[in-house]
């Protein structure tokens, strides 16, 4: 019988991704709308931590809490040196941060649009990147977290290419592909991408503990 975990995000993006990842393996992965865990007011503060391993932890002990399953936690963003690692755990709520997010448009669309607006006098040299991905787990709310990290790198490009993906994908040229992530096959850019490297590294933890 396949054991069910749950993953603590609403990121469509991130719930396809990390169902992709997960399929044909002995684990039923559910999240919060499968559980009927409604959104409340408090979840805004999981991502109130300095760090992506703060941010991953609270985010499945939260969870974990709430659903008295067994919980991943995962919190991810994009690095870029030009920018001293800006906008790291902030990635989601880039311009959001800086009062740049226009009404009534999509985050990524503003978010992307802050950073190219960052980056306009940065040559080509200067664009290196890297998305980071920290996955955590635990068996119980109260339970020490099992961590794995990963990163993948890449240079951000001075415009957007490529329809798929989400965030900051567009802009993302993967130094192993030699494309953007929004360019890449989902299949392809989960073989390179940080959430596809910690997710697979955080199954083999999970299948030598279950199976």
């Known amino acids: 019988m396949a ?4 993953v603590g995000t609403r990121n469509p993006g991130k719930e396809r991704e990390i169902s992709d990842i997960f399929a ?3 684990f039923q992965v559910v999240f919060p709308s499968d559980q009927f865990l409604e959104r409340l007011p408090e979840e805004a503060d999981l991502e109130r931590g300095v760090t992506f391993i703060e941010n991953a932890v609270a985010k499945a002990r939260y969870f974990a809490k709430r659903s008295g399953l067994a919980t991943l936690g995962e919190d991810s963003g994009l690095e870029v040196d030009a920018l001293h690692g800006a906008p790291g755990v902030h990635s989601a709520r880039f311009a959001a941060l800086y009062g740049t997010a ?8 503003s978010n992307n649009a802050l950073l190219l607006e960052r980056l306009a006098e940065t040559p080509e040299a200067g664009r290196g ?4 991905c920290v996955v955590a787990f635990v068996e119980s709310a109260g339970a ?3 961590l794995v990290e990963a ?11 490529g329809s798929g993906g989400f965030g900051y994908d567009p802009l ?24 596809g490297r910690a997710l697979r590294a955080l199954i083999e933890v999970l299948l030598r503990r279950y199976t």
Do not use: M, N, W
């Open 3 to 6: 054991r069910k975990l749950l």
């Open 172 to 195: 993302f040229f993967s130094t192993d592909l030699g494309a953007t992530f929004a360019e890449a096959p989902l299949a392809t850019k989960q073989r390179v991408s940080h959430r």
């Open 144 to 146: 020490s977290p099992q």
């Open 151 to 161: 990163t993948c790198e890449g240079r951000i490009l001075t415009a957007p290419r």
């Open 129 to 132: 990147a890297r998305y980071r």
């Open 102 to 109: 226009g009404a009534g448009t999509e985050p990524d669309v």
């Open 24 to 26: 044909g393996l002995p």
